[in-house]
Each structure stands twice: as structure tokens, then as C-alpha cells.
């Protein structure tokens, strides 16, 4: 039978913390090549991932939407 420390001890050894980043690195990658290619309006490409538009603004959004590796 696990003790109360162990059973804390468990929890937090697993919590990662933070949020859980809303897109894969490759969701990630696609969104900066159509942001690229002006194929598509930022509105349109905002929507298509299910992000505000300030994401696909962001200089660096692969690193700001999945976070650090």
C-alpha cells in the first residue's frame, strides 16, 4: 500500500506543467509555409488551425505554439 508522500511523490514526478500546446510541430511548420506564401489571409489561416491571428503573426510561432523541445 502506497503511503501519502508516495502517492505525491507519483503526481508530481509525471506533471509537466504549463499548457498543452494547441498544435503538433508540424501543424506548426504548415502554418508558417501558408503564412509564407500569402496564398491565404492571416484571418483564413487563423481559422483553419483553430488560433487566434496574433499566432500567425508571431515571428517565431512554431516555437510559440508548441514550445520548447
Known sequence: ???????????????????????????????QELYGTRDKTVQQIADLFGVPRETVYRPRAVDAVIGPT
Do not use: C, E, I, Y
Not at 509537466?16 to 502554418?31: C, E, H, I, N, V
Open 1 to 31: 500500500m502506497l503511503g501519502f508522500l508516495d502517492v505525491t511523490q507519483q503526481r508530481w514526478s509525471s506533471h509537466r506543467g504549463g499548457r498543452r500546446p494547441k498544435l503538433t510541430a508540424d501543424q506548426a511548420a504548415l502554418l
